[in-house]
């Protein structure tokens, strides 16, 4: 069972930054995929970011130029720095990381973002 452990999360104002990390307790560069969802409750869970195993990555079109995934494989830990936050932005970020050979998903326990002036 992969464990992931999710970090980062908070209140800011619209405008404002967060970076929230996600660590896991497996080799992440041997996964297939690790990213983001986020989700308001009442509503699907949205795939905001994933960055698949060679580095290449992909965002959701409301987030593209202001969202960044990144990735340290030493740390085993997976990055998503959020600039320019909005309103709408408001959710819960879970963590997901993809297991090359099962092609599972495993999922962090979620972190809040709430945007707000």
């Known amino acids: 069972q992969v464990q992931l452990v999710e970090s980062g999360g908070g209140l800011v104002q619209p405008g404002d930054s967060l970076r929230l990390s996600c660590t896991a307790s497996?080799?992440?560069?041997?996964?297939?995929?690790m990213g983001w969802y986020r989700q308001v409750p009442g509503n699907e869970r949205e795939l905001v970011a994933r960055?698949?195993?060679?580095?290449?990555?992909s965002y959701v079109d409301s987030v593209k130029g202001r969202f960044t995934i990144s990735r340290d494989n030493a740390k085993n830990t997976v990055y998503l720095q959020m600039n320019g936050l909005r309103p709408e932005d408001t959710a819960v970020y879970y963590c997901?990381?993809?297991?090359?050979?099962?092609?599972?998903?495993?999922w962090g326990q979620g972190t809040h973002v709430f945007v707000s002036s």
């Open positions: 497996v080799n992440i560069a041997s996964g297939n995929a």
């Open positions: 997901y990381y993809q297991d090359r050979i099962t092609m599972n998903l495993s």
């Open positions: 960055m698949l195993r060679f580095g290449s990555t």
